[in-house]
């Protein structure tokens, strides 16, 4: 039995990736905003929501599988953009969406990915996500949605929430940089982590390669770093899914809604489904979790829209969750990067496995057999969630 295999719990993988991948990348993924608070709030309210139990029922043939944008998924999840996840793990996107195609799921690529789009197509067979930054430079935005295009994507994930750039004191105190700055302390740590530094030397996959090469005035890390932070664009408006959508030619997912009377906008301007997200606690600091604000969006949207949601979640159980509150399936960060940090592509299997056994054996004691039968009648009232703080 190898370490994954006695990995029975996302929390299991989280510790296997802390001791194998270097601190500033760690950090980067297992961190928020200024205080922290929003993204420790996206784990803690879950915890709130309680499940009905019922017994007595036939169990058998139990089906966890779904749809999501109208395509059939093996579990109602989808691996969530995360920007530099090549640093986690040596060529990380590819062995994440290469784990996402076995499973069944869909895969995003971050417009801030290590691997471009090409390489993404390159390694697998299916049509993935990917999920787009609007930039000042709009001729190097559409060139961008073009090749989304041109690699067969099969939606585009439009972040909406982050036209400035939300301070993550880890990253700066951690001196954050892809490639890695060779400073003393680096080169030492990467002595403690040998396996992933000689990975990481077996690839010329090591920068921002959806931008490098891309543009002119990109041409070495410092530039590169300089043009990426002075790039997100402040003028970014809900028009703006109009012109987007039509040079994609294909379904546009807005993420970044906390707000019922956004995700009308984002619905009347085009969107065809929304994530409720916060970025992970990752922006606004002090913003509510995803999960408390998920049963209003859903009331106002009703039927308008596919409402997905990300933030929080690291289990099986956390998944019926945010599906019994309304979400028609979840997008997992972190579950992908702990377990890419932890074994790579067998790691992220191996979470997306975990994640799996806990929402059938849950499901079962709850009394269900189909996953896309889970509803509020799952969890105890509305009115308790209320009084229990929502």
């Excluded at 990915?113 to 709009?138: G, N």
């Excluded at 400073?183 to 996959?205: D, H, I, N, S, Y």
């Excluded at 972190?334 to 932890?342: K, T």
Aim: net charge positive; aromatic share 6%; with cysteine.
């Amino acid at each position: 039995m190898t370490a994954l295999d006695r990995a029975l719990t996302i929390e299991d993988l989280k510790r296997m990736a802390r001791r194998r991948v270097p601190k500033q990348f760690f950090d980067y993924v297992d961190s928020g905003a200024y205080t922290e608070g929003t993204y420790k709030a996206n784990e803690e309210d879950f915890k709130k929501i309680t499940f009905r139990q019922r017994v007595a029922v036939n169990l058998e043939n139990r089906n966890l599988s779904s749809t999501m944008l109208g395509q059939p998924v093996s579990l109602p999840v989808a691996i969530a953009p995360v920007g530099s996840t090549g640093m986690t793990d040596a060529d990380g996107e590819i062995k994440a969406a290469k784990a996402a195609e076995k499973f069944g799921i869909p895969f995003t690529l971050s417009t801030m990915a290590i691997c471009s789009i090409e390489d993404i197509a390159e390694h697998t067979t299916k049509p993935f996500w990917f999920q787009l930054y609007v930039m000042k430079d709009r001729d190097f935005i559409e060139r961008l949605i073009d090749r989304a295009r041109a690699a067969n994507c099969s939606a585009l994930v439009l972040t909406m929430d982050l036209q400035i750039l939300g301070q993550r004191h880890k990253d700066l105190r951690n001196g954050l940089s892809a490639p890695p700055k060779f400073t003393p302390k680096f080169v030492a740590e990467m002595a403690m982590k040998p396996g992933w530094a000689m990975r990481m030397l077996g690839t010329q996959r090591r920068t921002f390669r959806n931008i490098a090469g891309h543009v002119s005035e990109a041409t070495n890390l410092g530039s590169l770093t300089h043009w990426t932070r002075t790039q997100f664009d402040l003028t970014l408006n809900w028009q703006d899914i109009a012109w987007i959508k039509k040079r994609f030619g294909g379904p546009v997912i807005v993420k970044g809604i906390l707000d019922a009377e956004d995700a009308q906008l984002a619905i009347d301007n085009g969107a065809d489904a929304i994530v409720v997200s916060n970025h992970g606690g990752r922006q606004l600091d002090g913003a509510p979790s995803s999960i408390r604000v998920l049963p209003e969006i859903v009331d106002a949207v009703g039927n308008k829209t596919e409402v997905l949601m990300d933030g929080g979640i690291r289990s099986g159980q956390d998944l019926l969750k945010a599906l019994a509150l309304g979400a028609k399936g979840a997008l997992v960060g972190r579950i992908m990067a702990f377990g890419l940090g932890a074994g790579g592509e067998a790691g992220v299997l191996r979470a997306l496995d975990i994640v799996a056994r806990e929402a059938d054996t849950t499901m079962a004691l709850m009394g269900e057999r189909d996953i896309r039968n889970i509803g509020p009648h799952n969890i105890y009232s509305n009115e308790l969630l209320r009084r229990q703080g929502y």
